[in-house]
């Protein structure tokens, strides 16, 4: 075990990842010598050459047409977008192209080896441009993996399986948390499974369901209720797509009452698909609403970020209305 | 700092007009199949000669009877290349069976030439259950990992920087193979294009583009599509080597191919070559050029021909008469007939593979959602014939 | 009054809008002499000249991009993109620039005078690349407006009240019904309005939810239940975002039960928003879970087109299910 | 049919590589500020060339202090564009001061010249109620309507299609004004500037692409963005005017930008100008620039300051002088930092302005939205400090 942060887990995550398989190729934006703007892939290209880790030209859409060629040809390649905000220019050879190359080609070709990396999220003062939380965009693509993970330890063992997943994968890494967040990690190589939502505390009252950096304030949220007597399950989704219905499932069952939250706008994030497949499996068994806790339908503000935050008192306060509906 | 510039200075106020940068075109036959005086002529032996007549005629044969099919209503959509197949043939002669081929959509030249059979055709017009691509995708879009070529994909540019991928794949992988990746000049205008080029050249890529100019996206003649001398010229923006050919003349295309792949394996920088020809037929079955340009224009590039052309050359040659060539179309026409008669006939795949291929292995959803569809098709079995008989059997 | 098919409609809409706005310009891939491949720009080119309605080159992100800098600059561009398939490439520029170009700017610049046009979905042996509904992919993405028409009458009124809206729209033409929907069209100029739902057909035992061409299957569907004495509501959303939650809450508040059906998958569609803020603001009223019918969760496939379609004979059992649950 | 290409013909298979398009870089004063023999110089009058050098001071002057204040935590981010002067002032000079500019993030030069006040710049670094853009974007997002200068966007590249569209409708308005966007060698790679310029070229549009190319992109030096001789070769693949500057030469820029505006709002057709610089600074106060570049490269940038070659200029004129010039920096100096203290007391805006402008007007449901958020803001004053005491006076 070792102390790490979230980035020196991705980091590490990479490295483990490159040693093992020579067929592993990470590249973006200032990833080479410089090593990222958030440094994530500092040293692999002293270690790996420039060969396997390198510059890119800055060319969002090409990033991503370049690996899906790449992972059509047999390599692995980990291509980082600098910032989740910027994926946009890439979102056909995602959408269009990744997702559905095994499918139309019946699995003739694929590009399963593919892996997206980029940071998401707010909380750093970084207005609507370097605070977007876009995993529901890609949600309705049937042929994509979403992963995001919430502390270091998750972090690198998500991401070893990411790489390793015969499927594309894009990996939404919490830029708020890059630095904050710092666990034991242990050092050899694991992975932590795709499409696996974890009961990372149990609890009977209600059900309270989030990813990534959103996962810190549902633990204050919980501290506050569990002060009021209320019994709080968390769950971390971890994946987004392919979700793991069975687990939210049964432990709304169990509880009754379910509230999940994302820092995305309310409006066609993906807590709504959640909430319409939760009522739909236990209508009967609950006792309050689907209560969510989420993002404004504005643009991420900057000088308003703390009051459009969806922080741990306003879930507190659903949590409130849920038990007392 | 290296900018990347040279370090020439000017004091006079000067600009540089676009219209100043003009390439040649490279034509090594005239259309009566004889060499101009002087022209470098590709290293070609006969039997290589033969094999790309013969795909060349296949390829033409193919297009008439499939068009011919989809106007009976016996398949729902065709795409043909009449007119380009100097280009779509020549290039893939010149190249190593192994190196792979990313086309858009006209290029079934190519694959032809690689063997792919005309029963493999059939299967993927027709949708039926031998479709290597299991009925998913509209016909054209052809595929074949064992033959190298990448399955076609409707939106377009998008293989071209899959491309400089997949050769940078290659490079890495340092068997002396390349990537080929062929579009039309309309596709051209698309970012991906500019990524493409870009990138190969930054990162030293052994990748061919072959653009198509026919002179039409759909009914947008090239002088809407851009304004400056056709598509060669931007290669140079990017430091790449170019080339422009005559798109009619196989020889043409076949040496400049042969050059281009030279320099792209053995140097690993990227060629681009721009392939000067005509769509002589409509877009697509759905297309009636009429609405767009004159029956004038048509007829004159239709005496281009080239496969004309080089029918007399091989003649020139003493490699082929025209006994041999009446009889060559006479035989072709009768297998496409034939196969076609039998891949119609075949059912298409089953229910199951509805869900297959969306990962390497279904998730949970998505097989619950193929039961309760199963269950929904039992209780409607009349309404979803193509099915309803074989469900049990996927 | 006009028989009109659905393509004519819109034919029609624009015509009055160039007519009316000497502003209004037309363009996209094959708009210009062709007017476009569908048609839906015929003649307007003859009419108003080349400046205001021209072919563009191949180029969806430029074609967007270019239209937002004319509706910047105080014109009213309607860009089309000639497949919704094709409309990702134009990503970045709809939800990263067009959306948030107003609220940045402090409403100093905006690009309100933008409409996209462009066909979508299925049932006309397209493949996955002619048969997308991705409405559901800008519905997360405050600053957008998304409308969808169900017939001719509709096209005209909203196409027209679109163009005149003050703010980005993107208008989803259901081409499966492009000349199979015909219908009484008024000749004169008339908007329908936006933001605002359509109760189609009153009911009682439950409502039915969709927009565009599915509202067909909704139709026969109807009829079928009918025969067994199930009385609908059939509501025809008709804009997607900003959507008229009212008046859906008002229809399930009555009938207690809510059938949504698009024909994009069903993970991460906008059913999944609908019902979960139904479900929130409904809870006390809901006989039966809202059931949602979808397209699977697969790119758009071709020989199994029929099989799945969620076709008016899957609306018919689930609606069987909701009464009988 | 039109292919857009001439008809030369060649018959020898020869490729023309793409380093044999070399432009050359169109200079006027040495750093000394005298001119070079021969050179064009352009017609400048002593209040103009006052009023530019003038902006530049005030340029420095402004990025040497809001860096100092981001390092003291007064302020979260900056971009500085030290060396980049003479470009970003030197263009809009050159301009009708109606003609719109769409940039990139590092032309403060061209706001100050057009006048954009001490007081506009610090209230959007300090994202106050003053600030254009109501507090929603980061430092350095200027706009201004009234100074017809686009508000900057975040996303690169975008601005450039957008710019093309702009002078579209400019175009048929027919007012005689003309757009100039303005974009880094590194955004040039981004589709969105392939778009921009091809359909520029074929639309004919009076649109100024102004890249400046000062040798990276945050870490990336160029020549790992790009592999040709800049970005200047690839105006002429779209069949556009072009010329290439020495971006450090105030009176180059405007020379050239001068005759570019002529050409565009003349003849309506767009023009490629790539003026050649260095970013002395780093990418931003986030970045550190001594983990990608040598000091020695620095210095060596450093010794070709634009600010020295253009006082020096003026020197030669006699329109100004040392102590004219060091009482100038003492002035600007003063002047923003008393502008600063001023803006960076002000509040915020007030928390309705969350929902204003996401459209025209607020959506019902962004209404309700507010009034929770409201309500719970009661709830806990104390966490929301910014507005708390402010609730009821949007
Ligand atoms: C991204 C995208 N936009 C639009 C289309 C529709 N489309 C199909 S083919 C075509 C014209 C292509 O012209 P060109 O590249 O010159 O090839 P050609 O048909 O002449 O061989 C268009 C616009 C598409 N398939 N993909
Ligand atoms: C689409 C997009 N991708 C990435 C970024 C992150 N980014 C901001 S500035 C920058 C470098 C830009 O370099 P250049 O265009 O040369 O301008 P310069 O900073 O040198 O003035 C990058 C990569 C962005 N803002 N937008
Ligand atoms: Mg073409
Ligand atoms: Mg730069």
């Known amino acids: ?172 890494e919490p830029k708020r948390i890059y630095r ?11 992975e932590l499974p795709l499409s696996s939502a974890e009961v990372v505390k149990e609890g009977s009252d209600i059900t309270l369901l989030a990813w990534g950096a959103q996962m810190e304030y549902l633990d204050m949220a919980d501290q506050l209720a569990e002060k009021d007597g209320i019994s709080c399950e968390l769950i971390d989704l971890r994946t987004i797509v392919p979700w793991d219905i069975e687990t939210v499932v049964a432990s709304v069952k169990k509880t009754g009452r379910l509230l999940i939250t994302h820092e995305a706008p309310v409006t066609g994030g993906f807590a709504g698909e959640i909430s319409a497949t939760i009522q739909e499996r236990c209508f009967l068994h609950l006792e309050s609403p689907i209560a969510r806790v989420a993002g404004m339908d504005t643009p991420y503000p900057l000088a308003l970020e703390k009051e459009y935050i969806p922080d741990h008192l306003k879930i507190y306060e659903a949590i409130k209305r849920s038990i007392h509906f | 700092m290296k900018t990347g510039t040279k370090d020439r200075v000017v004091h006079k106020l000067n600009f540089i007009r676009g219209d100043e940068l003009q390439i040649p075109t490279y034509k090594v036959l005239k259309q009566d199949g004889s060499p101009y005086k002087g022209a470098t002529l590709p290293d070609l032996e006969q039997s290589t000669a033969l094999r790309i007549y013969k795909a060349m005629v296949r390829t033409r044969v193919l297009d008439e009877r499939m068009l011919a099919a989809q106007r009976q209503g016996r398949l729902s959509f065709y795409m043909q290349s009449t007119g380009e197949e100097a280009t779509t043939v020549g290039f893939a002669a010149a190249l190593d069976d192994e190196d792979m081929i990313m086309a858009q959509y006209r290029e079934q030249g190519a694959l032809v030439y690689r063997g792919f059979t005309l029963d493999e055709f059939m299967n993927q017009l027709f949708s039926n259950e031998r479709d290597y691509g299991k009925g998913r995708q509209m016909p054209i879009h052809y595929g074949s990992s064992k033959l190298h070529y990448m399955t076609i994909s409707s939106p377009l540019a998008t293989q071209i920087p899959q491309a400089t991928g997949y050769a940078y794949g290659q490079k890495l992988a340092g068997e002396g193979k390349c990537t080929v990746t ?213």
């Open chain 1, 1 to 172: 075990m070792a102390k790490m942060n979230l980035l020196q887990a991705v980091n590490n995550a990479l490295d483990i990842a490159m040693a093992q398989n020579s067929k592993v190729i990470c590249f973006g934006e200032d990833v080479g010598g410089f090593g990222g703007v958030f440094r994530a892939t500092s040293h692999l290209q002293e270690k790996y050459g420039r060969d396997r880790c390198f510059n890119t030209p800055l060319v969002e859409q090409g990033i991503i047409g370049f690996a899906n060629g790449l992972a059509s040809q047999g390599s692995v390649p980990v291509a980082e977008i600098q910032f989740a905000d910027y994926i946009f220019p890439a979102f056909d050879q995602i959408v269009n192209e990744a997702a559905k190359f095994r499918y139309r080609s019946g699995n003739l070709f694929d590009v399963g080896g593919l892996t997206i990396r980029t940071p998401y999220g707010g909380g750093i003062a970084g207005g609507h441009y370097h605070s977007q939380s876009p995993e529901a965009y890609f949600a309705q693509t049937p042929g994509l993996k979403v992963v995001v993970p919430r502390n270091p330890h998750q972090a690198k063992g998500l991401l070893l399986a990411s790489i390793r997943d015969p499927n594309p994968v894009i990996f939404f």
């Open chain 1, 180 to 190: 904050a967040s710092v666990g034991e990690v242990p050092e050899e190589d694991y």
């Open chain 2, 182 to 394: 062929v579009f039309g000049e309309g596709a051209a205008s698309e970012g991906d294009f500019h990524a493409a080029l870009n990138m190969a050249s930054v990162l030293k890529v052994p990748v061919i583009f072959l653009c198509r100019n026919n002179g039409y996206a759909i009914s947008t003649p090239s002088n809407e599509q851009f304004a400056a001398d056709g598509i060669a010229p931007r290669a140079l923006g990017y430091g790449m080597h170019t080339i422009r050919v005559d798109g009619n003349d196989t020889l043409a295309v076949y040496a400049a191919t042969v050059e281009a792949r030279r320099i792209a394996v053995e140097q690993n920088e990227p060629v681009l070559i721009e392939s000067m020809s005509y769509r002589l037929a409509a877009h697509s079955s759905s297309d009636d050029p009429s609405g767009y340009r004159s029956k004038k224009e048509e007829e004159a590039w239709a005496s281009k021909d080239p496969l004309l052309r080089m029918k007399q050359w091989l003649f020139l040659q003493k490699w082929w008469t025209e006994e041999e060539d009446s009889k060559l179309f006479d035989a072709e026409r009768r297998e496409v007939l034939a196969t076609l008669k039998e891949a119609e006939k075949r059912p298409i795949c089953k229910l199951d593979e509805l869900i297959t291929d969306v990962y390497d292995t279904p998730p949970t959803l998505l097989v619950e959602q193929l039961d309760q569809l199963k269950a929904h098709i039992r209780l409607y079995p009349d309404a979803y014939p193509k099915t309803s008989g074989d469900l049990d059997h996927g």
